[in-house]
């Protein structure tokens, strides 16, 4: 039965971001669900019973859940393939770095937040960032425009989303994301011009106000 296409998500996720990049990309149409994560909807419990989590793309009501595959499932399922590189080398070293960001970037973002300002653990993670950034700007973008070269693909959809908690990692880690990562900073602004990524990044302060919402929540200072 065709019901297209519809996105279980939560505003403020990175990996959701990722998807709606993706899908404004391709410029397909679809149904948007902000979904509750602290009581979740019996449709989001039934299309991701193993992980519970957002986003899961609901295809003709099929279930594709992890916004890595999401992104792929949809240059996939929707020709042309345009996301990807078309050269598998280039698509295995895509892959590679998208793998390296959901290992690294998030958690360690996180563990930049949420420990208490000036405890070791937090230094720790201030360190961690620092090095993931330009692990990144060295290792994956290099002088490019783009990370996938002169065009915007998908490790810059995979990586884009988390422009927007710069500000929130720089303000707890007390450091300058242009100062130790300026191609990544150039980049970033070159992405935000784009009108998928422009209409769905949130705002820094308005992330920043939710993981301070979520501070209070954990009670943490
Ligand atoms: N590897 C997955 C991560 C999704 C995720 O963390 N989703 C969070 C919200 S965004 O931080 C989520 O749904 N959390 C709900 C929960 O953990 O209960 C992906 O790439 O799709």
């Known amino acids: ?31 948007y669900l902000e979904q509750d994560l602290g009581n979740k909807s019996e449709l989001l419990l039934r299309s991701n019973p193993i992980h519970k989590k957002i986003p899961v793309l609901l295809h003709d009501g099929r279930p594709v859940c992890e916004s890595l595959i999401i992104v792929q499932y949809i240059d996939e399922a929707f020709a042309p393939a345009s996301l990807l590189p078309s050269d598998p080398y280039a698509r295995a070293q895509a892959r590679f770095w998208a793998d390296y960001v959901d290992k690294k970037l998030y958690d360690c973002g996180t563990r930049l937040w949420k420990l208490k300002a000036g405890e070791p653990a937090q230094a720790q993670a201030r360190k961690e960032m620092i090095e993931i950034l330009k692990t990144l700007e060295e290792g994956a973008l290099g002088d490019k425009e783009f990370f996938d070269g002169d065009a915007f693909g998908f490790l810059d959809l995979v990586v884009v989303p988390f422009t927007s908690w710069f500000l929130t990692y720089e303000r707890h880690g007390e450091f300058s994301v242009e100062k130790e990562c300026p191609r990544i900073t150039a980049w970033a602004k070159r992405c935000g011009e784009r009108e ?26």
């Open 1 to 31: 039965k065709k019901q297209g296409l519809q996105l279980l998500d939560f505003w403020v996720s990175p990996f959701g971001q990722r998807c709606r990049i993706a899908l404004a990309e391709k410029g397909l149409p679809y149904e």
């Open 196 to 221: 998928s990524v422009a209409k769905t990044l949130s705002p820094p302060e308005k992330v920043y106000e939710f993981v301070g919402a979520m501070k209070k929540r954990f009670g943490i200072e």
